[in-house]
């Protein structure tokens, strides 16, 4: 019998679960059990049991029993990274070196790395395993066999090092040699997936969406040429052109990359970025160093992944604090990191929920001056009001800039309340009311970008069973284990009409974007959730919100580049800038949805077949592959 207690809360959110279990001879649960609250404060009530040749499971969001013809191993969905320990030493026993999942799959393991760890006078070698078999991507876990395997350190680098205590000091030291391994598959990952385009690529016959003016074109020629527009002409204005490659569009919809201007980029996320044709990437916030060498391995081209576009991360010193980037109690602080960023060739930075208020004015005045554009979330104890009067120029999610209406001067939004107040009373909120029309119109007025992110928020009133919005539609496209993952509610909603009444608020948010639009509100397309999907799903938020399909693909396109500061080189199909094209088998300007069905993705000089990048992943793709044709001598 084991007994854990987990609690584990950054920038005031965090799981708190209690997690009790019982081995049977196999290594595999005999029973589990899991209780607590999620990162949100929704119920984990997760419980199995295996009875003679019976599985059986039932948590907050789903339940079943399975039939079982030997080992299989129970897979949680609320537990903590204990449930590893128990994998590694189950697959240990397995002598096919795989182990059968309860609900459904398969786990497999692969040694990558080793590595000595010292303890005073104890010395151990440790296993890096990458288990393969849950989720999109690869999870790397460090166990020890001593005296049999188990789990001995958990680490997601720039964010998390879970280690066996005593061991701390080895931490660090083995987060690096992690990255390296990772690194080492990622590379090889990418070798395998782009398809290099040396000399001159004719698309032909594309019909090119002009997202400075927001309108599809007639049918036209695209020249590329080592990564660069060349030319964009009528159909057959490239015929005499000497090219190399070929890609012939017959008729289908040529967008400029996409950007996702809200993410917290990790290494493994490129795939899922790249397949959705998204070729740019705005990071809001990261451990520093970690995102120095994602950038760099980008620019290289040895990293599957979008281009990165980095933005400084300030979060103020607090017990509520969020890590990442510089963590600043006064001015002279601020300034340092401001001038560490500026001098990286950051374009913007992020301020957070613990940032000291009575320094925000002067620290964005300080970042102007340094040619830095000013955003982040609305500090404790502050209004969105404020902080436009002090000096952002853009404002993250779409919480911050409704909590303007319902915060008082006590009100503390580095806690919980910051998603509550807004689910419990923006249903009642007058948005034709003086203090509404105001405030919307001091938005238009000075311009102040808003980086909405409506889509993470539909977590406000997902009820537990419900599938997550994000990936409703597309389920069917999912690994079981994502599609059950995804039904898990985040928020605690304790009857209907609570749940009625948050979703009333979420629609009326999504009513809020399309109002700050219409008044000429600048919006900006991020997800700060599943890469990809996100992105999508978001789009089809703002067609909801009243914009029209040529509007939102310009939010996704010209306004990415425009407020990411890129626009010289990208945003748009026009000769001499970055060669960053998705070509959409079907029309998003007629149906937003058909978005998802991305053929081809051409970034830095190389070709991407979504197709195949989801089957590496594990779903099922959405369009049949536009190939680049070879055109040889």
Do not use: C
């Not at 509550?420 to 970008?449: C, H, M, N």
Request: net charge negative; glycine share 8%; proline share 5%.
């Amino acid at each position: 019998m084991f007994d854990r207690i987990s609690s584990s809360k950054t920038n005031g959110r965090g799981p708190e679960l209690k997690e009790e279990y019982e081995l049977a001879a196999d290594g595999t649960f005999k029973r589990y059990q899991v209780k607590g609250s999620s990162t949100f404060g929704a119920p984990v009530d997760e419980s199995f049991v295996r009875e003679g040749d019976v599985g059986k499971w039932k948590s907050t969001s789903d339940a079943g029993e399975k039939a079982l013809a030997g080992t299989a191993l129970y897979t949680p969905l609320g537990g903590t990274p204990a449930a590893y320990s128990v994998a590694v030493a189950a697959l240990a026993k397995r002598s096919d070196g795989k182990l059968p999942l309860i609900p459904g799959g398969t786990l497999t393991q692969q040694k990558v790395a080793t590595a000595e760890v010292v303890a005073g006078d104890d010395k151990r070698t440790v296993a890096l395993l990458s288990l393969t078999g849950i989720g999109f991507t690869p999870t790397f876990v460090w166990v020890t066999t001593d005296p049999e395997p188990r789990l001995f350190a958990y680490i997601y680098p720039g964010f998390l090092q879970v280690i066996e205590d005593g061991w701390q000091a080895n931490a660090d030291a083995l987060e690096e040699r992690q990255k390296q391994a990772e690194n080492d598959v990622l590379v090889a990952m990418n070798q395998r997936l782009e398809h290099p385009l040396p000399g001159t690529t004719v698309i032909r016959n594309a019909r090119v969406f002009d997202s400075e003016k927001a309108v599809l074109g007639a049918a036209s020629d695209v020249v590329v040429r080592d990564g660069l527009i060349v030319s964009v002409g009528p159909a057959g204005s490239a015929a005499t052109v000497r090219a190399d490659h070929a890609v012939e569009a017959n008729g289908r919809v040529l967008l400029p990359g996409l950007y996702d201007m809200h993410t917290h980029v990790g290494r493994w996320d490129g795939g899922l970025h790249l397949a959705s044709g998204v070729t740019s990437v705005r990071d809001m916030g990261n451990d520093n160093e970690t995102l120095q060498q994602l950038i760099a391995d980008e620019r290289a081209g040895t990293l599957l992944a979008p281009r990165v576009i980095p933005t400084g991360y300030i979060e103020g010193k607090s017990e509520h604090s969020s890590h990442g980037g510089f963590l600043v109690a006064n001015l002279a602080e601020a300034k340092k990191a401001i001038d560490w960023y500026a001098d990286h060739g950051y374009r913007q930075i992020k301020i957070y929920n613990s940032f000291p208020k009575t320094i925000l004015r002067d620290t964005a005045a300080y970042a102007h001056e340094r040619g830095l554009r000013v955003s982040g979330h609305v500090p404790a104890f502050m209004r969105a009001q404020d902080v436009m009067d002090q000096g952002y120029d853009e404002i993250q999610h779409i919480n911050q800039v409704m909590l303007n209406f319902f915060v008082t001067p006590e009100t503390d939004t580095r806690t919980l309340q910051r998603f509550y107040l807004v689910a419990d009373k923006t249903d009642g909120l007058d948005f034709d009311s003086k203090p509404v029309q105001d405030f919307i119109a001091e938005l238009a007025r000075k311009q102040i970008v808003i980086d909405p992110t409506l889509a993470t928020f539909e977590f406000l009133h997902q009820r537990e069973g419900q599938l997550s919005p994000i990936v409703a539609d597309v389920a069917e496209h999912l690994p079981p284990d994502v599609q059950r993952e995804r039904r898990a509610a985040e928020m605690d909603i304790p009857d209907d009409a609570t749940g009625a009444r948050y979703k009333r608020s979420f629609d009326k948010l999504v009513e809020f974007v399309g109002r700050m639009y219409r008044a000429g509100v600048p919006i900006v397309a991020g997800t700060d959730e599943l890469p990809g999907f996100t992105l999508q799903r978001e789009l089809e938020l703002y067609v909801q919100a009243g914009m029209t399909t040529v509007q939102v693909l310009q939010v996704a396109t010209w306004n990415g580049a425009k407020y990411s500061g890129t626009l010289e080189d990208s945003g748009s199909i026009a000769p001499g800038k970055r060669a960053d094209l998705v070509l959409v088998d079907g029309d998003p300007t007629r149906d937003i949805a058909d978005i998802r069905k991305v053929a081809l993705v051409i970034k830095d000089g190389k070709a991407y077949y979504p197709s195949e990048i989801d089957e590496a992943l594990g779903i099922k793709p959405f369009a049949e592959p536009v190939k680049v044709q070879s055109l040889g001598d």
